[in-house]
């Protein structure tokens, strides 16, 4: 069974920043592979994804602000966040695409005001 481990959340002050990790126990090779997140009191919402050809598709109030990006290799997901805002406080998780693998625990972003 596949195991996903995210990290590098944090508590992050206006206009901050911070890279996201997610570790694959399996391989990721010709996987779409997607970050989502999930606020207090809301639904989980997909934020990004890249395919297997490295196409990137963003939601559109991440476009410019979040980056995706994939290390088959190493069987990792990557997810920079730039000025980080109040609404992109959540829990973000790592998963495949279009079918998903048991979630992981996630890692909470705090934005602080």
């Known amino acids: 069974q596949v195991q996903l481990v995210e990290s590098g959340g944090g508590l992050v002050q206006p206009g901050g920043s911070l890279r996201l990790f997610c570790t694959v126990s399996?391989?990721?090779?010709?996987?779409?592979m997607a970050w989502s997140r999930q606020a207090p009191g809301k639904q989980r919402e997909l934020v990004a994804r890249?395919?297997?050809?490295?196409?990137?598709n963003y939601l559109d109030s991440m476009k410019g602000r979040f980056t995706i990006s994939r290390h088959c290799v190493k069987g990792a997901l990557y997810l920079q966040i730039d000025s980080l805002k109040p609404e992109d406080t959540a829990v973000y998780y790592c998963?495949?695409?279009?079918?998903?693998?048991?979630w992981g625990q996630g890692t909470q972003v705090t934005f602080s005001s």
């Open positions: 998963n495949k695409e279009p079918t998903t693998w048991t």
């Open positions: 890249i395919t297997t050809d490295r196409s990137i």
């Open positions: 399996g391989t990721i090779f010709g996987i779409y």
